[in-house]
């Protein structure tokens, strides 16, 4: 075939030029609906929620988590794009994750030292190791559904933020149910939860993502 | 320079808009950029395997163009694209190169003119097609011929036609991942 010809059928070809952005919200909103909705039947959302929303460590972890979720959705946009990877900044990822780190320290040293222990197992770690992986299924699927559409030149890093964001995301959901405000509990376990769910995806970014 | 690198932009707005005539000016301008840097790389290829990679690069872009992103400078997002599908199509034929971004600034485009050489992989693909794909993208690419005219000849509405030659498109590049693999 003659590249003049590949040209003549390539250019007659007017579908489908959807930009990236519309992609991503296409499939990215109701996944994050579903997620939702199977929170709200299944667990239920937190009986005393509009009081947690008043209580500063309560929202941090929505605004944690949703960061990272924001972020990582971000984050994926700027590597679909072939070029990405030079336009791509994560240390805002890095303050996120550096903020947690400091509310983790702060709620150490304010908190009784008898306490401490009971703070850190608390009582759902279980259900949110659990449920956190499982509400970012669909939100991790769709980010990864987006980027497969796009262009990335580092897939294993788009897999990452796909990751990332839908977990971060998925955390903020779950934290509609969970009553365990200390720090120091859903810092560790919801970054383990969303540290796990990243791995996977980073690893399933690297095969699926390239093109 | 400048002006030309402008005229890209512009054209793949409105490529991208669904201007067919547009996005035929576009990959006119960018091929002998492309088959410049990929013969420069080639290191005695030949000139029909050239031209083989030189079509994949072709079909990347354009299933990959809505990733351009309207405003910013097309350059950039046409070399990425072209370095990452030339070393995959390189390594495909066992060949390892770099290919860094400066190269495409130095390297000089090829002779413009007639198409030099008849490449044989993507006719091979096209063969795999099923059989009334292959006859869309055949009819359209090789015959020049329209939708209307397509669709008559294959009993199809224009509509179903262009959904046809898109979807054709798409597994010509699964198609060749696949091989690779």
Redesign the interface.
């Known amino acids: 075939?003659?590249?003049?010809?590949?040209?003549?059928?390539?250019?007659?070809?007017?579908?489908?030029?959807?930009?990236?952005m519309s992609?991503l919200l296409m499939g990215l909103v109701p996944a994050m609906l579903v997620s939702l909705a199977a929170l709200w039947v299944v667990l239920g959302f937190r009986a005393d929620l509009a009081e947690a929303l008043r209580m500063p460590d309560s929202v941090a972890r929505f605004v944690l988590t949703g960061a990272l979720g924001l972020l990582g959705a971000r984050l994926a946009l700027v590597l679909?794009?072939?070029?990405g990877r030079?336009a791509a900044r994560l240390w805002p990822l890095l303050a996120v994750v550096a903020a947690a780190v400091a509310l983790l320290g702060w709620a150490y040293v304010t908190t009784p030292a008898e306490g401490l222990q009971m703070a850190v197992v608390g009582k759902t770690r279980t259900t949110c190791l659990v449920t956190i992986p499982l509400l970012s299924v669909l939100p991790v699927s769709a980010i990864m559904w987006a980027l497969r559409?796009?262009?990335t030149?580092v897939p294993a890093l788009a897999g990452f933020v796909a990751g990332l964001g839908g977990s971060g995301l998925s955390a903020a959901i779950y934290a509609l149910h969970c009553t365990e405000d200390t720090p120091l509990f859903y810092v560790p376990w919801y970054g383990l939860a969303i540290l796990g769910v990243t791995l996977v995806s980073t690893v399933v970014g690297a095969r699926l993502l390239r093109? | 320079m400048e002006r030309q690198s402008d005229d890209w932009e512009q054209l793949l707005t409105a490529a991208n808009a669904g201007d067919s005539r547009a996005y035929t000016r576009f990959l006119h301008a960018v091929s002998p950029v492309l088959r410049g840097v990929i013969r420069a790389k080639s290191g005695g290829l030949g000139e029909a395997s050239c031209e083989d990679v030189m079509q994949e690069v072709l079909l990347a872009i354009h299933l990959k163009r809505h990733t351009w992103k309207a405003g910013s400078p097309v350059r950039p997002w046409l070399y990425a694209i072209t370095r990452y599908k030339v070393i995959d199509a390189f390594r495909a034929r066992g060949r390892r190169i770099d290919l860094p971004i400066e190269d495409f600034v130095d390297s000089l485009a090829a002779e413009p003119g007639p198409d030099p050489t008849e490449a044989a992989d993507m006719a091979k693909m096209i063969g795999m097609l099923e059989g009334r794909s292959a006859e869309i993208v055949r009819k359209i690419g090789m015959e020049g011929a329209s939708f209307a005219e397509t669709g008559k000849a294959l009993d199809m509405t224009e509509g179903a036609v262009r959904v046809a030659l898109h979807r054709a498109l798409k597994n010509l590049a699964a198609l060749r991942e696949r091989h690779v693999k």
């Open positions: 075939m003659k590249t003049e010809d590949l040209i003549r059928a390539l250019a007659a070809d007017t579908q489908d030029t959807r930009p990236m992609r679909a794009r072939p070029e030079d559409q796009g262009a030149t093109w």
